[in-house]
């Protein structure tokens, strides 16, 4: 799902990015699409890391839901501040959060990858150990 998400968060800016001066539909759609695709990234999160075998605790859970609040709460300020001097600011700022996205999303997939295959290569030993 959450790749799904990125993908749609994709489409979604790039319509923002290439629209944001010419058509005004095609803002609307792509913000659309950039709102549907950041409203499940969230709780699409909590139950993939407990699916891959970690525990959510509340401290977890905590630090996850407190940094994107703490996102929501200085995109305004900072969009605010520039938005007179720098029209395509909001645009900007999705689009480095497009950009942050895939990074923090390329390295959550690969170091849950590692951490795949580090617990099957330890089945693997159990099992040679129990045989």
Same mark, same amino acid.
């Given at each position: 799902?959450?790749?799904?998400?990125?993908?749609?968060?994709?489409?979604?800016? =790039?319509?923002?990015?290439?629209?944001?001066? *010419?058509?005004? %539909? +095609?803002? !609307? $759609?792509?913000?659309?699409?950039?709102? @549907?695709?950041?409203?499940?990234?969230?709780?699409?999160?909590?139950?993939? =890391?407990?699916?891959?075998?970690?525990?959510? *605790?509340?401290? %977890? +859970?905590? !630090? $996850?839901?407190?940094?994107?609040?703490? @996102?929501?709460?200085?995109?305004?300020?900072?969009?605010?501040?520039?938005?007179?001097?720098?029209?395509?600011?909001?645009?900007?700022?999705?689009?480095?959060? !497009? $950009?942050?996205?895939?990074?923090?999303?390329?390295?959550?997939?690969?170091?849950?990858?590692?951490?795949?295959?580090?617990?099957?290569?330890?089945?693997?030993?159990?099992?040679?150990?129990?045989?």
């Amino acid at each position: 799902m959450i790749i799904i998400d990125l993908f749609i968060i994709t489409i979604g800016n =790039l319509l923002v990015y290439s629209m944001a001066n *010419t058509n005004m %539909i +095609g803002l !609307i $759609i792509g913000y659309i699409l950039l709102g @549907a695709g950041f409203s499940s990234v969230v709780p699409s999160l909590f139950p993939l =890391l407990e699916q891959r075998g970690y525990t959510v *605790t509340d401290w %977890i +859970g905590s !630090i $996850i839901t407190f940094s994107g609040g703490v @996102a929501q709460v200085l995109a305004p300020y900072i969009i605010g501040i520039w938005i007179d001097q720098i029209p395509y600011v909001l645009v900007d700022f999705t689009f480095l959060s !497009i $950009i942050t996205s895939t990074i923090i999303f390329t390295v959550m997939f690969l170091i849950m990858k590692s951490d795949q295959k580090q617990r099957q290569l330890r089945r693997q030993q159990q099992n040679q150990q129990h045989q």
